[in-house]
């Protein structure tokens, strides 16, 4: 199956700093992967669309000076949180559309999450 | 706009069976899917309905109807490990909107 891979799985950074999230499809390629953010108890909630080639689509309310996306190949996708305050604290989940072999083209495979702690 | 709903949460025991229900109002729609999500971890996949009707998998069945903008997770012969979050997601054009989620625990 589509295996989606994050890496770091967790980052601790202090308030200012920049921190980069990678999401990686290992097994196949991707042209478009999304960023989500998900709260404590609370759902996954879309913030970008990452295109390869092209500029990512955001979502209203989503700063894109501050979550800085680049769809580098077309098994990568970057997501660079600038100036990071507490308030960004959060699990930064990646996911890719799957293909052939999956139950529909519109099945996502979420990669692990990324835990960022921003003190 | 999208509107998802799903009961916050449910409790169940062991060896039973649950049913986990979604409500939705979308301005587009493609599919329903449901995602298990345990603490800390990514979903994963469950199952994925676009006609309307039951899709059997093992222990897992979900349920679409399309007209009434409903459809159910059901869950049987429960075990301890499917103590987690359930996703109601709906897809339109490869965008998944999710619902709250539904924290289901199951107790011995």
């Known amino acids: 199956g589509a295996v989606v891979s994050q890496h770091p799985s967790w980052v601790i950074c202090k308030s200012g700093t920049s921190v980069k999230i990678e999401c990686r499809s290992l097994?196949?390629?991707?042209?478009?992967m999304f960023w989500y953010r998900q709260f404590p108890k609370q759902s996954l909630m879309l913030m970008a669309t990452s295109n390869e080639g092209s500029k990512a689509t955001y979502e209203q309310g989503v700063e894109k000076d501050k979550f800085l996306i680049n769809h580098a190949s077309l098994t990568l996708s970057t997501l660079t949180v600038t100036s990071a305050h507490p308030e960004d604290s959060s699990f930064y989940i990646c996911?890719?559309?799957?293909?052939?072999?999956?139950?529909?083209?519109?099945?996502?495979?979420f990669g692990p999450g990324t835990r960022l702690t921003v003190l | 706009g999208q509107n998802i709903d799903q009961p916050t949460e449910m409790t169940a025991t062991e060896g039973a069976i649950v049913q986990i229900n979604c409500t939705y109002q979308t301005s587009g729609f493609n599919g329903l899917f449901w995602y298990q999500q345990h603490a800390g971890e990514a979903p994963t996949f469950l199952s994925y309905n676009v006609l309307d009707g039951l899709e059997e998998k093992g222990r897992f069945s979900s349920f679409l109807s399309r007209s009434k903008g409903y459809s159910y997770l059901l869950l049987k012969e429960l075990q301890m490990k499917d103590s987690a979050s359930y996703l109601c997601a709906v897809t339109r054009y490869s965008t998944l909107t999710f619902g709250k989620g539904t924290m289901l625990l199951v107790s011995p």
């Open positions: 097994d196949f390629q991707a042209t478009t």
């Open positions: 996911s890719a559309p799957g293909l052939a072999g999956g139950p529909s083209t519109d099945t996502q495979y």
